[in-house]
C-alpha cells in the first residue's frame, strides 16, 4: 500500500499524532509548535510552546495536557495558555519529553529521552490523577510508544536505537513488570526497515508502527504476526494516528530531521502528514484522569 500526501507542514519532527474530538492534533518537537488540523476542511490551527513539545492528549477532567520539555502542561487552545502540573528531571537540563499514551484506568504513560541522542537517560513515568512518578521501565536512550492494548493489560514500549519492541504487563495497581521482547528489528532481514518509532494499537490489540529512515509503517498483529505494509515517498515516519467518522483513516506524521540537503530536494514532502485506509478501526477513546 502507498500513503497519500495529506498536508503540507514541513514540520522539523512531526510526533504524537492523535485523533481527539473529531479533529488531528500533532506537534513539531523541535520548532515547538502544536496543530489541530480540521480534517474536514483540512485547515491547520498552530499554538507556540515555550519548550519543546512531544505530545497532547485529552484529559476526563480539563481539557488537553502537553508533554513540555519540563514535565506534564495543562493546555488551553482558547488562549495557548500552559499550566505545569508536574516537573521532571530537574538534574537533566538537556532531557526532553517525546511520546505518550493513556491507559485504560486514564494513567498516562510518558517518555522522556536525551534530546542529543546520546546518553541512556530516557525513562518512562507515569502520570496519575496529578502526580507523576518512574516506571519500572529501564533506561534507555531514545524511548517511543508506549502503545497500550486496548483491554490495557499490556504495554508496548520502543526502544528506538536498539530497534525492539518490549511488552510489559501493567498490573492493577498501575505498575508494570519488567517487559520481554516483543518484536526484534535488529536483524540481517530488516536492516533497511530503520528504526522503530512511535507506535499504537488498534480495536484488535495490533500494533501499528513508524518507522523513522524507512520510508513506511508496518502493522503487527498481536501475536507478532507483521499484516500490513504502507510505504512512504519520504524516509521518516513518526507515528500514525487512526481516526475519522469510521476510525479507519491513518494519519502520519514524519520528519525533516536528518536528511541531507541532496535528501530533501528529493523528498520536497518531508515534514507533512500523510494518510492512507486500514481495515482495523481505531481503538476506543481515553481520556487522562488528571
Given at each position: 500500500m502507498q500513503a497519500d500526501h495529506y498536508l503540507t507542514i514541513g514540520a522539523q519532527l512531526g510526533e504524537g499524532p492523535a485523533w481527539i474530538d473529531e479533529a488531528l492534533w500533532f506537534v513539531d518537537i523541535k520548532s515547538n509548535t502544536i496543530?489541530?488540523?480540521?480534517?474536514?476542511?483540512?485547515?491547520?490551527?498552530?499554538?507556540?510552546?515555550?519548550?519543546?513539545?512531544?505530545?497532547?492528549?485529552?484529559?476526563?477532567?480539563?481539557?488537553?495536557?502537553?508533554?513540555?520539555?519540563?514535565?506534564?502542561?495543562?493546555?488551553?487552545?482558547?488562549?495557548?495558555?500552559?499550566?505545569?502540573?508536574?516537573?521532571?528531571?530537574?538534574?537533566?537540563?538537556?532531557?526532553?519529553?517525546?511520546?505518550?499514551?493513556?491507559?485504560?484506568?486514564?494513567?498516562?504513560?510518558?517518555?522522556?529521552?536525551?534530546?542529543?541522542?546520546e546518553s541512556a537517560s530516557g525513562v518512562v513515568f507515569v502520570l496519575d490523577k496529578g502526580s507523576v512518578r518512574q516506571s519500572a521501565i529501564p533506561p534507555i536512550t531514545i524511548t517511543n510508544g508506549p502503545a497500550i492494548s486496548p483491554c490495557g493489560q499490556y504495554l508496548y514500549h520502543v526502544d528506538t536505537l536498539g530497534r525492539q519492541v518490549i511488552r510489559h504487563e501493567i498490573a492493577s495497581d498501575g505498575t508494570c513488570d519488567s517487559g520481554t521482547l516483543f518484536l526484534d528489528f535488529d536483524t540481517p532481514e530488516r536492516a533497511d526497515w530503520g528504526h522503530p518509532d512511535g507506535a499504537i494499537c488498534d480495536a484488535e490489540g495490533g500494533i501499528w508502527q513508524g518507522f523513522f529512515g524507512g520510508a513506511a509503517a508496518r502493522r503487527f498483529a498481536p501475536d507478532g504476526t507483521l499484516t500490513d505494509e504502507v510505504f512512504f515517498p519520504v524516509s521518516n515516519i513518526t507515528k500514525i494516528a487512526l481516526g475519522g467518522p469510521d476510525g479507519c483513516t491513518a494519519y502520519a506524521t514524519t520528519a525533516r530531521q536528518g536528511?541531507?540537503?541532496?535528501?530533501?530536494?528529493?523528498?520536497?514532502?518531508?515534514?507533512?502528514?500523510?494518510?492512507?485506509?486500514?481495515?482495523?478501526?481505531?481503538?476506543?477513546?481515553?481520556?487522562?484522569n488528571t
Open positions: 496543530f489541530r488540523v480540521d480534517t474536514g476542511t483540512g485547515t491547520a490551527q498552530r499554538w507556540s510552546t515555550p519548550e519543546h513539545v512531544g505530545w497532547v492528549l485529552p484529559s476526563a477532567t480539563h481539557g488537553l495536557i502537553a508533554g513540555l520539555q519540563s514535565g506534564p502542561h495543562r493546555f488551553d487552545p482558547a488562549d495557548g495558555s500552559l499550566t505545569r502540573i508536574a516537573q521532571v528531571h530537574t538534574d537533566l537540563p538537556d532531557n526532553r519529553l517525546n511520546d505518550a499514551a493513556i491507559d485504560g484506568e486514564g494513567r498516562i504513560w510518558f517518555g522522556s529521552m536525551d534530546n542529543l541522542e536528511l541531507s540537503e541532496d535528501e530533501l530536494a528529493t523528498q520536497p514532502m518531508a515534514g507533512d502528514l500523510f494518510t492512507f485506509r486500514v481495515k482495523v478501526p481505531a481503538a476506543p477513546p481515553r481520556r487522562a
